[in-house]
């Protein structure tokens, strides 16, 4: 059973340039979280969403940031025109229940490590 | 000053000694989770608890409620353990829109 997939390890970006998150859930798991991890600083909740929706994108960016989760297929996180200041570790994690369930557990990917040239 | 504060920052041990991680926050939460992170690496999630203790192998997490506390333990460190250890919580009544606490620098040394 595998864990939660994140592609690629590592991306490198120049400014201006596009870049694409991916994030495959553990099988049976329904729910999306993205974190977001700038360099000396701690993790930070970007949002949450399920099949086809988002339920939470409170800590997204206002500008130049998206994310989906489709019907088939990973959940992308989506950041157009990178600057440097968006060079950081994208943390993906999915869980069998919805968030509100108080016990509902997360199982964490590798993360995808962009860097802004 | 943030929600989740962890103490120490740094901690470096030998081998064999135990050791202790501590986190405080400052809201009503509803889970607490105990994370670990390798230099490099993804995040495995160690321990989610919102009362009590639970003890996996040599690690035992507690958390106490009112005095909005939890803390991580580590008994016969070996050099393996060696990692950034995170505390993060879910605040009462939301998703697992976790608020993160800094993370503790862990080093053990053989």
């Known amino acids: 059973n595998a864990g939660v997939m994140q592609n690629p390890r590592h991306l490198v970006r120049r400014r201006g340039q596009e870049a694409r998150l991916r994030c495959s859930p553990m099988?049976?798991?329904?729910?999306v979280y993205w974190y977001r991890q700038l360099p000396e600083e701690g993790l930070k909740f970007m949002v949450y969403l399920q099949k086809e929706n988002i339920i939470d994108e409170s800590g997204m960016p206002k500008e130049r940031f998206s994310a989906e989760f489709p019907k088939e297929g990973p959940s992308i996180l989506r950041i157009q025109q990178v600057v440097r200041g968006d060079s950081a570790a994208y943390f993906c994690?999915?869980?069998?229940?919805?968030?509100?369930?108080?016990?509902?557990?997360?199982?964490f990917g590798n993360g995808t490590r962009l860097t802004v040239t | 000053k943030n929600e989740v504060e962890q103490s120490p920052q740094n901690l470096t041990a030998q081998e064999g000694e135990f050791i202790t991680i501590n986190c405080s926050y400052s809201v009503g939460i509803s889970a607490l989770h105990w994370l670990q992170q390798h230099p490099g690496g993804g995040i495995v999630s160690l321990f989610m608890?919102?009362?009590g203790k639970k003890k996996h192998g040599r690690l035992i997490a507690t958390i106490n409620i009112q005095e909005k506390h939890s803390s991580l333990h580590i008994t016969a460190s070996h050099p393996r353990d060696s990692a950034v250890y995170i505390c993060?919580?879910?605040?009462?009544?939301?998703?697992?829109?976790?608020?993160f606490g800094t993370g503790t620098l862990l080093a053990v040394q053989p």
């Open positions: 993060a919580v879910r605040s009462s009544g939301a998703t697992n829109k976790l608020i």
């Open positions: 099988k049976g798991h329904s729910h």
């Open positions: 994690a999915s869980s069998p229940w919805p968030g509100t369930v108080y016990n509902s557990p997360l199982h």
């Open positions: 608890l919102s009362s």
